[in-house]
Structure formats: structure tokens, C-alpha cells
């Protein structure tokens, strides 16, 4: 997951070169998702993101988002569109707001085979809102933020047995090619986050 998020750190650095305009933000985002992964443990994990957008009026921006979001045992990829609003009056300090809509993807978690025993993980829709604070800097370069939200996010994991030889798979419309049957754990991970960032 270091991998991961050095790779994503040295690719943003390069799309803020293009940030430094009026039209095009970036909007690079880190800090804890607290939630619950059954009825009893509580769960503290990482989540890192990057909006990349256009203003398309002086308060409103649109754009995508990718970033990684750690899990108990399974780490998904958020890929996302989303809206930054910005209540500038002027002053350093703004409110501001955002949504983003898309899919976690589970790209980054490798299948486990294990004869004839295969697991995987698999991503699903994501929904997050949040609010907060925005404080430009002294020279009015850059901004830092600070936002509470909530991040509604689906995924599940899979463990199937595949069928011995050569066979393609079976009538069974509901199970992957080759498979004899696939047991699935359906995740609905609804979890508070507290985030800090910086925007261009």
C-alpha cells in the first residue's frame, strides 16, 4: 500500500503544474475512516484521494477523484466524479462542501488460488458528502482544508471451487465460468472520516 500511495503522491505532483491556473484544482485529501465492520469491532483505517477538476463558476468545481481507502484485510482504489462548492466572500477563511459518486475498486488486491480454491475481492458503489473548512494561504497560492463527512461504501469477497480438468463451467447462470460454487460476504461499510488537504 506505501507503493501505492508513493506512486499517486509523484503523479500529483505533476498534475498541480496544471493546477496553478484559475480554471483547473487539485484537491489532495488524507486522514482516518472510523466505522464498523460487523455489529461489534470498531475499525480505524486510512484514506488518501485526489479531486482533479474545473471550475466551471468561481464557487463550483467538478471533476474525478482517485485515491486508496484501507479496509480490515482488503484495500480498495475509490474512482469517482465529484463537486467541490466554495463559499468565498473574499476572506481567507471559506466554508465549503463536497460530493462524490463512483466505485471502489478492488484492482489493487490479488486473487488467492490454493488447488483447487480461489478468493477474491470485489468493489461496489460509493457515496460521500462532506463539509468543511477552507484557509487560503498568506500569498493566496494554495489552501488548506479541513472536512468531516461520511463514506458509504460497498464490496464483497468471493471464495469459490473450481471445477478439476479441463471443463469451462456449468449451466448455473449465477457462477463464473469454471467454478463449482462460490460463496460471497456482502460489505456495507458506512464510516465517519475527519480529513485534512491542500488545494491548487
Sequence with gaps: MIRC???LFF???AIQAYAQSSTYINHTELGPLIGKMNDTDTRVNFSFQ???GIRIHPHHAVGFLVGIDSYPGFVLMPISIGWRG???????TSPYAGMDIGYGSALLEKRQKE???ESWYEGGLLLSPAVGI????RKRIHSYTWSIGLKHQKASFYEGIRIPGLSSGTDHPKLPPGFHSVREEAYILNSLFVKWGMAF
Excluded: A
Design 5 to 7: 500511495i508513493s506512486v
Design 86 to 92: 466554495v463559499w468565498d466572500k473574499g476572506n481567507r
Design 115 to 117: 488447488n483447487f480454491m
Design 11 to 13: 503523479q500529483l505532483l
Design 134 to 137: 477552507q484557509r487560503k494561504s
Design 50 to 52: 485526489s479531486f482533479n
